[in-house]
Nanobody, 123 residues
Framework: EVQLVESGGGFVQAGGSLRLSCAAS????????IGWFRQAPGKEREGVSC????????YYADSVKGRFTISSNNVKNTVYLQMNNLKIEDMGVYYC????????????????WGKGTLVTVSS
């Protein structure tokens, strides 16, 4: 069974950086995608970024383009989200999720989820 474990969340001042990690295990196919989501209190969960193992394609929400970078280390079976120039509106619980049916990024087709890691940004 596919399992995902997030880590790297913490407390940071606006303008600072954090790197989140998503350790994945249990995949039976080389074609899958890993997406990052976040949810703040009182707000809907939103897709932040995604990477596909099929072609390495990456995607970013407009709100984080130019500041966040998603990458993967296939040897370590880990996907990272480097977050730079953090803003207060970036606060929330960050989740990673996997799509295993087609191996392409689709925020609405994730079928495995981690438990989340909290990111707090102060002014």
């Amino acid at each position: 069974e596919v399992q995902l474990v997030e880590s790297g969340g913490g407390f940071v001042q606006a303008g600072g950086s954090l790197r989140l990690s998503c350790a994945a295990s249990g995949f039976t196919s080389a074609n899958y995608a890993i997406g990052w989501f976040r949810q703040a209190p009182g707000k809907e969960r939103e897709g932040v970024s995604c990477i596909s193992t099929n072609d390495g394609s990456t995607y970013y929400a407009d709100s984080v383009k130019g500041r966040f970078t998603i990458s993967s280390n296939n040897v370590k079976n880990t996907v990272y989200l480097q977050m730079n120039n953090l803003k207060i509106e970036d606060m929330g619980v960050y989740y990673c999720a996997a799509e295993t049916e087609a191996g392409f990024c689709d925020y609405n087709a994730m079928d495995r989820w981690g438990k989340g890691t909290l990111v707090t940004v102060s002014s």
